[in-house]
């Protein structure tokens, strides 16, 4: 058997590697499901878009109900197997689609695998890859494996919005793509070399590899960032994928420049700059009749914005946490980001049915609120508890 130490040389050594495509691929096979059911739900249940997203939205609300959990999972069963099982029920559930017929059931099999996915994310981000990164790189292969999830994230979304393949003709087909990403992921996770670890008497129940309440102020205030790109999701969706390419090119240019403005700027202007470029980004789009150049500039607005302030409260939400607390606050990192998403997708849904209110000007409302916030309170806040865990 290869040494911890061989294992887990370097940052970019193998597993590493290997976790961070299987992110991608999971990021993309989960997020693909938005458009994808979304469309399906409309068709298959006879439903207008505001029932369709009320049904979608269980599965943002699921990891929260399989956490309490996720201590006893990691801790009494193999790490990897826990991983790689619950994406493999996760891919089945997406197969699965396709033969529901009631809107009950389809709520049923969406919270079931919202719990799988979320037990997925806690074992690959918050124990795998802290388990195959020498200590001294793990701030920053959480930060790498975030930038690959949004990554997955995006490309999921374009796909979603385009089918799938050129070649995948049908619904089916689109699941099936979808569950082919995901057991992609397994094969991946599947091939990741781990240290063995002994099983600990752990409680049924905890908090620990769920909730950090030392964290929740910077993860309520982070909420915003993904409330604003459901909001996008649910406006510039269906037939604007290229929406998405632009927003992934600016994302890009954030990832070249990262190292450099993540050393040269403090965290109020870092994440000031980012809710900027992002409010900016959905204040254009609030404007009907936008030009190819423009909206194309939005989109790439949005992307470096979201790199620029997800950077920020991504810091925070692993420096704060104490002595073994980190796999437990980049989990919470993570559910809280799943939430935002699905928050700021039914929310667009609801007010373009059912007001005559423009969606954009409320996720520029909750963007600025966010960036109020962060200013006045939640930068103070965090400040004030790193000064603590010092004198501690």
Request: glycine share 10%; charged share 10%.
């Amino acid at each position: 058997m290869k040494s911890a130490t061989m294992i887990t040389h370097g940052l970019w050594n193998r597993n590493f590697c290997l976790l961070a495509l299987a992110n991608v691929c999971l990021y993309a096979s989960v997020y693909m499901l938005f458009p994808v059911l979304h469309r399906w739900i409309q068709a298959a249940l006879d439903c207008d878009g505001l029932q369709a997203a009320l049904i979608t939205s269980v599965f943002g609300v699921a990891p929260f109900l399989s956490g309490p959990f996720n201590a006893y999972l990691i801790d009494r069963f193999k790490r990897k197997h826990v991983c790689v099982y619950s994406i493999l029920a996760l891919a089945a559930i997406t197969m699965f689609y396709s033969y529901v017929s009631d809107g009950r059931w389809m709520a049923f099999w969406l919270i079931l695998q919202g719990a799988m996915f979320g037990t997925a994310l806690m074992s690959m981000g918050s124990t795998l890859v802290i388990d195959v990164t020498p200590s001294h790189h793990r701030d920053r292969a959480n930060a790498c494996f975030t930038w690959a999830g949004v990554a997955g994230m995006l490309a999921g979304i374009v796909l979603g919005i385009n089918g799938g393949l050129p070649f995948v003709v049908s619904s089916e087909g689109e699941f099936m793509f979808s569950a082919c990403l995901a057991l992609v992921s397994v094969l991946l996770v599947s091939a990741v070399q781990v240290c063995f670890r002994a099983p600990l008497d752990v409680p049924l129940l905890s908090f620990d590899r769920f909730l950090l309440f030392r964290t929740f102020l910077p993860g309520l205030n982070m909420m915003a960032v993904p409330v604003m790109l459901g909001f996008l999701l649910g406006t510039v969706g269906y037939g604007y994928s290229r929406f998405y390419l632009y927003m992934g090119a600016g994302f890009f240019v954030f990832l070249l420049a990262s190292r450099f403005i993540v050393r040269k700027a403090g965290g109020r202007l870092l994440n000031g700059a980012g809710l900027l470029l992002m409010l900016a980004a959905v204040g254009v789009l609030g404007f009907p009749d936008l030009g190819h150049r423009v909206f194309g500039c939005a989109g790439a607005l949005a992307g470096l914005g979201l790199g620029l302030s997800l950077c920020q409260f991504l810091r925070m939400m692993i420096l704060l946490p104490l002595h073994c607390e980190r796999g437990t606050g980049y989990h919470t990192f993570q559910l809280f980001w799943g939430a935002g998403v699905t928050v700021g997708y039914l929310l667009c849904q609801w007010e373009v049915r059912t007001t005559a209110g423009n969606p954009f000007a409320t996720a520029f409302a909750i963007g600025a609120a966010g960036l109020a916030l962060y200013q006045l309170c939640t930068h103070r806040y965090y400040m004030k508890k790193l000064q603590e865990t010092d004198i501690i």
